[in-house]
């Protein structure tokens, strides 16, 4: 069955469902793990969800319907998704409710044997390539009263018009690519995602073109690698339709630039490897684009950076990062490290901290290397003791904090341009919105102003935020 036609479909069972659930006032809940991809994805699932006549609601205990929306990129996502599923197995008894499961984790054989020996009251198991057929699994195990278990292996479609709930109406994320083909050796997303495709030009600009008819203001651009965005189509000769001069990542900033009504646009995750100079020029030259560029970096040791299958030294990140620092006025940088990759030794972890002190972060994401199953990283014999992994973690931690506590300072006294989002969730007197930079600025406004990016001048810097007042 082409795409087209699969989608018509599953439209078809949302019709079903919601006919059988007419005037019956059912809730669901959503759990998600993982990424921003992750989130899109339950958005998706959101939106089907509503449209076969369900409510969303905070509470388990209300729910009829339960769906995980799991990761697998890290260990302690599978003891959450297992102590979640304990909690409901009394909900189940009590009261029939509908447990529906999807995402990454459900592409690991190892995982889905659990679930069937140890947790057989779960009704629907759904991965990533089937996450569209959540409509036609949830009618056929409501109205059969069977199991349903819907995960295959390929190397993934993408599928267009599945309705979204999303869940701001201020900042969208928007999918431009699936999967991954570079193998990282210590990630599992290449396995569960499948290879690289990107969507069509034509879908994402009429995507964002809606999203700013509907009044959003801020774009994310998601991938796992965004800026090799349609490179595998041209190196395969896959046909693709040039739309509106998009054809490649950095001709898909400039298009989405033009676009009235969108304020900013920001992208997750780029790969160093693939920073390209038009991507930068694109960056510079696009003024809504952010200046704020995340550039994973994982391991400042060149050693380690192979055993990785990263494709670039601790020479060429740095070299990239003065580049970009000389082209892109007001860049700042944020980044992802992992800590205790196997055969790291403390020597190598320097020169980690070697490039954090030399690139002065905005932001950085750290991780303690975990041993995912089906990756090379974990049949690797020299794996780093866990007392070790936790004394560099710290280590890294306690630099990254002081760095950030010394560029918040910078900050005083500024005029920072900041996208309202809404009351502060800890002082619902103040504003909460973000800089340029990503920064969270607090302050006392008229809520007129969510949703509008004013001028703020900042006052005092804490950790985690900065405070702001109107300028
Ligand atoms: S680029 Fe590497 S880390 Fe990122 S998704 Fe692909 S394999 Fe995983």
Known sequence: MNKEKEIEEQKSYINKVKEMNKGKDLKYTILTMGCQLNENDSEKICGMAEEMGYTKTQNQKDADLAIFNTCCVRENAEDKLFGKLGEL??????????????????????????????????DIVFGTHTLHKFPEDLYKSIQEKRKIEDVIDIDGEIYEGLPIKRDSNIKASVTIMNGCNN?????????????ERSRNPRDIINEVRELAKQGYKEITLLGQNVNSYLRVEKEKNIEFEEYEGVNSFATLLTAINKIDGIERIRFVSPHPKDFTDDVIDAIAKCEKVCKLVHLPLQSGNTKVLKEMNRKYTKEQYLNLVEKMKNRIPNLTLSTDIIVGFPGETDEEFEDTLDVVRKVKFEQVYMFIYSRRVGTPGDKMENQVPDDIKHVRFDKLKSLVESQIEENNKKYIGTIQKVLVEGESKNNKEMLTGRTDSNKVVIFEGNKDLINKIINLEIVSEHMWYLKGKEF
């Open 89 to 122: 197995k009394k909900l189940k008894e009590q009261k029939g409710i509908i447990i529906a499961i999807g995402g990454c984790m459900m592409q690991e054989k190892h995982i889905i044997d659990k679930i069937k020996e140890s947790y057989p009251f779960v």
């Open 183 to 195: 193998f990282c050796s210590y990630c599992i997303v290449p396995y569960v995602r499948g290879r």
